[in-house]
Nanobody
Framework: QVQLVESGGGLVQAGGSLRLSCAASGGTFSRYAMGWFRQAPGQEREFVASVGWSDDTTSYTAFVRGRFTISRDNSKNTVYLQMNTLKPEDTAVYYC????????????????????WGQGTQVTVSS
């Protein structure tokens, strides 16, 4: 069983930056694909970014590409989401998710593929 705990959310002005962290425990972290998702009030949970066993394999949704960077530190069992040039429409609860995979380059963008989820961290961007 894998436990995920997000941190780093908060209130920031438009144009600012935040770095989210997701600390994992249980399981073999280095063999998990990791993803970040977000959910705004009244909306479905949507894909933000994912990473394979290392930073060599990453994927981003179009509306964050060039502004957000996903990375991981397997020695710390932690995945990060660096968010720059934040916009009010980035306001949401951000969740990290994990899925054990068989290959280093396997990543997923659908929340249905992930087995483990954190509790979420609120990100609010003011205009």
């Amino acid at each position: 069983q894998v436990q995920l705990v997000e941190s780093g959310g908060g209130l920031v002005q438009a144009g600012g930056s935040l770095r989210l962290s997701c600390a994992a425990s249980g399981g073999t972290f280095s063999r998990y694909a990791m993803g970040w998702f977000r959910q705004a009030p009244g909306q479905e949970r949507e894909f933000v970014a994912s990473v394979g066993w290392s930073d060599d394999t990453t994927s981003y949704t179009a509306f964050v590409r060039g502004r957000f960077t996903i990375s991981r530190d397997n020695s710390k069992n932690t995945v990060y989401l660096q968010m720059n040039t934040l916009k009010p429409e980035d306001t949401a609860v951000y969740y990290c998710a994990a899925k054990e995979t068989r290959t280093s380059s396997t990543i997923y963008s659908s929340p249905r593929n992930y087995d483990y989820w954190g509790q979420g961290t609120q990100v609010t961007v003011s205009s």
